[in-house]
């Protein structure tokens, strides 16, 4: 338990130094609106994040969230245009279809018994082209963007005093994250699940269901996500979250969330979220060529790895050895 | 080695029902010699790179940065060719240029996941983007193009037998890594490293070694694929092959590489490439809108891998069933 507490403190003095890295580099860097915008950028891959870490633990993927988010945001821009529905109808509707695409998901996975890379991989193609065929054509059958600029949407792009509502859900969405995954037998079975799954299915956890439920998560969360995304560029597009399924799952794994599952937890891709946020804000605030600023970006990536796997060796080698100290004694 | 029977003889009885319907559908221009190559050629990039990067997958390990590792060789050949103003010298220098940087970005890859024990997720994560960065920076962000000498295009280009190099090229890479996965020793430790490394560590094999060298023929083949991809094109910019990493992982897992290490074969990861080949030559034959592609491959290929999936899922059972008799007959 003590240790795990270290763990977290160092991850945060890992975002602490690297912050303080970034302030040192640029003087519009350490200030509260830009820090505010730090955690908004964070928001929308960090909530997604919550729900790609569930799926993570029961060593699963999930490789379609962007075009989750498009397939949602599409919906949402057709009911906008085509209905007179409320808003909360809509953004209802919404994360309907998002639990839908991840109950979709989890049957492929879960009941068919697909690998959950390519399962994910395929519908990441299928939600994607299903965006398309819904998609808002003008008069010429051209595919265009739609904007969705009614008032009582748009709040929720904004903010509320200084604070984006996003950032807000964000932070709402990790408690309740973790909670559930701390204090639930739904939490309790995503560790059992990714952790040894046939132990898990011989004590009677119902695998396939819980590996569903982790997959719908990550749809509810995919399609909050594509609210808030949609709410801040008030329009929506066929391309919106094209290529963004790496980072919650970045966001997850710079967390130390373990990819074959079973270790991690939510409030670690909390902290790993605002970490890849910070540095991409500090890379471009350089005010360098693009192509510099990717590598450094990959560069500071790597040591960060590196440190941490390099605590970690050695964490284990003092407990082994105080181990080895008290054994002698006793 | 039942299971190796069964699971190689699912996917040729796909490729066949695949190519029927498309035959059907299809008759003057699907069959033919000259589509048939053409589908290979265009397979042929994803075709070098999986069969060194299924190294890398039979470990257990995962290598994000193979596609823009193809664009950074891509760039080192052309701009080596164009700096020794399109000469033989240059093509050859350029070759050797792009392979050794390819060996060493596998190098780096190998030392630091070994030495430091890291994810390779996020190693190769990071140096997806180092390697974007150093193409766009000896790119300035323009497109080079290189239409010069002959030797540099027939990589690409030149026919032999009514086929293009690239598939004859592929189909060498393919057997020398189907020869030191199935007929060395080699090969058995590398799917004893994936199937448990710490079992084969205490039996006295060197994973470290093993890891190094998987990531090392990846690069390579990932170089050799930037090679021939330049050639193919005769041009390049930062972002050649970018992408290519999803296509090759594709390719490995509709083939039945297991992700997680230790499982799947050269023949298999060849199937699957071959298969995308298809299934693209197939939806541009039948005229279907590229916005629609993603459907109706997302479709083929869940169809495809539930359908091998279905014989693991029977495994699994008659392994339970086995366990819960037994337990019932410890009961009684």
Known sequence: M????????????MLCALMVLFSCTSRYYLNADNL????????????????????????????????????????????????????????????????????????????????????????????????YAIAIRDAGGIITSQAMTYSSFVKWGGAVGRIHYVSI?????????????????????????????????????????????????VGLCAAVGAIFTTARLQSTTALLGNGFEFDPIAAAVVGGVSLSGG????????????????LDNGVLKLQMNTAYQYVIKGVIIILVVMFDAWYNAWMEKLAQERGRKEAVKA | MKKINASGFGKPIILVVFMLVLTILRPSSF????????????????????????FVFLIGGIDLSIGSLCGLCAVTIVKIIRYFEYSNTGVLVGILAALSVGILAGMVHGVIITKFRVPAFLITFATQIIF??????????????CLQPELFTAIGMKKIFSFPIPIYIMLLIALTSWFILRK????????????N?????????????????????????????????????????????????????????????????????????????????????????????STEHGLVKGIVIIIAVGFDALQHQEKFRSWLNQFKMKRAREAA
């Open chain 1, 2 to 13: 003590k240790q795990t507490t270290i763990r977290r403190l160092i991850s945060l003095g």
């Open chain 1, 36 to 131: 505010l915008e730090i955690v908004r950028d964070a928001s929308v891959a960090g909530i997604i994040g919550v729900g790609v870490t569930y799926v993570i633990l029961t060593s699963g993927i999930d490789l379609s969230t962007g075009s989750c988010m498009a397939l949602v945001g599409m919906t949402m821009a057709n009911i906008y245009r085509y209905t007179l529905l409320p808003i909360w109808m809509m953004l209802l509707i919404g994360m309907l279809v998002g639990l839908a695409a991840g109950l979709f998901n989890g049957l492929v996975v879960a009941k068919l018994h697909l690998p959950e890379f390519i399962a994910t991989l395929a519908t990441m193609g299928i939600f994607r082209a299903l965006t």
């Open chain 1, 169 to 217: 859900a964000f932070v709402v969405i990790v408690i309740l994250g973790q909670i559930v995954l701390k204090k639930t037998r739904f939490g309790t079975n995503l560790y059992a699940v990714g952790a040894n799954r046939k132990a898990a299915e011989l004590s009677g956890i119902n695998i396939a269901r819980t590996r569903i439920m982790a997959y719908m998560t």
């Open chain 1, 263 to 278: 270790y991690g937890d939510v409030v670690g891709t909390f902290i790993g979220a605002l970490f890849m946020s910070a």
């Open chain 2, 31 to 54: 069959l033919t010699v000259g589509n048939l190559s053409n589908v290979l050629w265009s397979i042929s990039v994803y075709g070098i790179m999986v069969c060194g990067t299924i």
């Open chain 2, 132 to 145: 974007l960065g150093l193409s766009m920076i000896l790119t300035n962000n323009k497109i080079l193009s």
């Open chain 2, 184 to 195: 060395t020793v080699l090969g058995r430790y590398v799917y004893a490293v994936g199937g």
């Open chain 2, 197 to 289: 490394a710490y079992a084969s560590r205490l039996s006295g094999i060197s994973d470290t070694k093993i890891t190094v060298l998987a990531y090392v023929f990846s690069g390579f083949t990932t170089a050799l694929g930037g090679i021939v991809l330049a050639s193919m094109t005769q041009q390049c910019m930062a972002t050649t092959g970018s992408g290519y990493e999803t296509e090759v992982i594709t390719a490995a897992v509709i083939g039945g590489v297991s992700l997680l290490g230790g499982e799947g074969t050269v023949s298999g990861a060849l199937f699957g490439a071959i298969l995308i080949g298809l299934l693209n030559n197939g939806l541009n034959l039948l005229s279907v809108p």
